[in-house]
């Protein structure tokens, strides 16, 4: 069995997805810019915001990483 991705925003909202369906992408229009996307079916969730650039490019390989952890790869 596969986990979950589950996701809460400002608003109180929460969102749950099967780990399947979720891919994380990068996105930057130089090397200075660089959003974490995770892309579903259901639409794009922008997270990290709040973090550095360094910070942005510690955490898109952890979070890859958990992503095939949680479908089981």
């Known amino acids: ?3 979950r ?3 809460r925003d400002s608003a109180g909202r929460s969102a749950d997805y099967p780990a399947c369906w ?3 992408a990068t996105e ?3 090397a200075a810019e660089l959003r974490l996307l995770l892309r579903c079916r259901e639409g794009v ?3 990290g915001r709040c973090l550095s650039l ?3 490019r510690e955490v ?3 979070v890859a990483r958990a992503l095939a952890a ?3 790869r």
Do not use: C, N, Q, Y
Request: charged letters at 35%; glycine letters at 12%.
């Open 54 to 56: 360094d910070e942005k």
């Open 1 to 3: 069995m596969t986990g």
């Open 22 to 24: 979720v891919r994380l």
């Open 45 to 47: 969730i922008e997270f």
């Open 28 to 30: 930057g229009r130089s």
């Open 60 to 62: 898109a390989p952890l």
């Open 5 to 7: 991705v589950r996701h």
């Open 70 to 72: 949680a479908r089981g």
